[in-house]
C-alpha cells in the first residue's frame, strides 16, 4: 500500500469516527440522561468483545467520547439510576493492560470520565476524589498496570451504589473464566481489588505479580477452589 493511500485511508477513517461520535452525541442531546447514555453505552460496548483490534478501539474510543459529552452536556439529568455503571467500568478497567496502547490510553479516559460522571450524581467534584491511578514510577509497565487495575476497584469501591457494585462484581467474575489469559488475569485483580484484597496478588516492583495471579486462577479455573478473599461471594450468590 502506498503512502498515499495510507494516508487517505486513515483520514477516511478519522471522518467515519468523527461522524459516529457526532451521531452519538445527537441522540444523547435529544435524551440526556443517564438511562440513554446507559443504553447507548450498551450498544458501543457490545463490539469491546471482538476480535478485531480495530473494532476494539473503536469501541473504547466511541465510549470514552460519549461519557466526555455527557459530562459537557449542558442540563444533563443524572437523577435516573445508573445500575450498569459498574459493568462499565469493569469492562474498560479490562482494557487498561490491552496491549494496543490507543486501546489501553481510550480505557484510561473512559474510566476518567466515569469517575466525574458518578461523582457528578453524589454531589461530588473531582478535586474530592481519590487519584484515579497509581503515582508509584515502576518501570515494570505490566506491574504498573496490575496497580492501576486495583486502584480502579478500590477508588469506584467508595462511589459505586450496591446495585453498580453488584454489577462490577458479577462482570468481574464472568471475566475471570474468560479464555483470554490477559482478561481473566485482569478480571482477577479487579475483583481482589473492590474487596480490599489486592494486595493478596500485587506485591513490591520485586515480586513477580504475573505468577502469582496465575496460581490463583489455576486454583478457581482447574481445582475449583475458591480462594479465602472471594469465599464471602458465595454466601451471597456472587461466585
Request: proline letters at 3%; hydrophobic letters at 40%; a negative charge.
Amino acid at each position: 500500500m502506498t503512502d498515499g493511500c495510507s494516508v487517505f485511508l486513515q483520514a477516511l477513517y478519522n471522518t467515519y469516527l468523527q461522524g459516529l461520535d457526532t451521531m452519538l452525541g445527537c441522540l444523547l442531546t435529544e435524551t440526556p440522561t443517564t438511562d440513554k447514555l446507559q443504553h447507548l453505552l450498551e450498544h458501543v460496548h457490545f463490539w469491546l468483545q471482538s476480535e478485531n483490534t480495530q473494532e476494539r478501539v473503536r469501541a473504547i474510543r466511541c465510549s470514552a467520547a460519549l461519557l466526555q459529552f455527557a459530562i459537557s452536556l449542558p442540563g444533563f439529568d443524572t437523577s435516573s439510576d445508573f445500575p450498569k455503571a459498574g459493568n462499565f467500568v469493569l469492562q474498560l478497567g479490562l482494557y487498561i493492560s490491552d496491549p494496543a496502547n490507543d486501546i489501553s490510553q481510550q480505557a484510561r479516559s473512559g474510566l476518567h470520565w466515569l469517575q466525574r460522571l458518578l461523582l457528578q450524581r453524589r454531589g461530588l467534584n473531582i478535586q474530592e476524589a481519590s487519584d484515579l491511578w497509581s503515582r508509584d514510577r515502576l518501570k515494570d509497565t505490566e506491574h504498573l498496570a496490575y496497580r492501576n487495575m486495583a486502584r480502579v476497584g478500590e477508588v469506584f469501591g467508595q462511589i459505586f451504589s450496591e446495585g453498580q457494585r453488584r454489577s462490577f462484581l458479577q462482570a468481574a467474575l464472568l471475566a475471570i473464566h474468560d479464555p483470554q489469559i490477559r482478561v481473566s488475569q485482569a478480571g482477577l485483580v479487579l475483583t481482589y481489588s473492590i474487596l480490599g484484597e489486592a494486595g493478596q496478588l500485587i506485591g513490591d516492583e520485586q515480586e513477580d505479580v504475573s505468577a502469582t495471579i496465575m496460581a490463583h486462577l489455576f486454583y478457581i479455573r482447574c481445582l475449583r477452589q475458591v480462594p479465602k478473599a472471594l469465599q464471602g461471594l458465595c454466601a451471597v450468590g456472587h461466585l
